[in-house]
């Protein structure tokens, strides 16, 4: 549900840049990701409470691959969807 609601703010070019929604990146699948800049924006459930070690080993590898990756939280999504975006605005200047 949140990754949805997100997507529906990303796509089309709607921040200025192409957003691509489960992008496969060497062994792991992005939520969304912006190839112009190297964003990937990882939206975060209960799910990855239980895993922060593994999640962090993941970005650390994305990271030496060049990518920035954003974590969003998936309530930050459903309840204030301004804000999620305005953070993901405020990546993409930081990474263009």
Same mark, same amino acid.
């Not at 549900?1 to 921040?15: K, P, T």
């Not at 895993?51 to 060049?66: S, V």
């Not at 999504?77 to 263009?96: F, N, P, S, Y």
């Given at each position: 549900?949140?990754?949805?609601?997100?997507?529906?703010?990303?796509?089309?070019?709607?921040?200025?840049?192409?957003?691509?929604?489960?992008?496969?990146?060497?062994?792991?699948?992005?939520?969304?990701?912006?190839?112009?800049?190297?964003?990937?924006? @990882?939206?975060?459930?209960?799910?990855?409470?239980?895993?922060?070690?593994?999640?962090?080993?993941?970005?650390?590898?994305?990271?030496?691959?060049?990518?920035?990756?954003?974590?969003?939280?998936?309530?930050?999504?459903? @309840?204030?969807?301004?804000?999620?975006?305005?953070?993901?605005?405020?990546?993409?200047?930081?990474?263009?």
């Amino acid at each position: 549900m949140s990754e949805r609601r997100l997507w529906d703010a990303l796509c089309s070019r709607q921040l200025g840049t192409a957003f691509h929604r489960q992008v496969p990146f060497k062994s792991f699948i992005l939520d969304f990701f912006a190839p112009a800049v190297r964003l990937a924006v @990882e939206v975060d459930g209960g799910y990855h409470a239980k895993r922060r070690a593994a999640d962090q080993r993941r970005d650390r590898k994305l990271r030496r691959a060049g990518l920035t990756v954003l974590h969003i939280p998936a309530e930050l999504v459903l @309840e204030d969807l301004a804000e999620a975006v305005r953070r993901i605005r405020q990546a993409l200047a930081a990474a263009g």
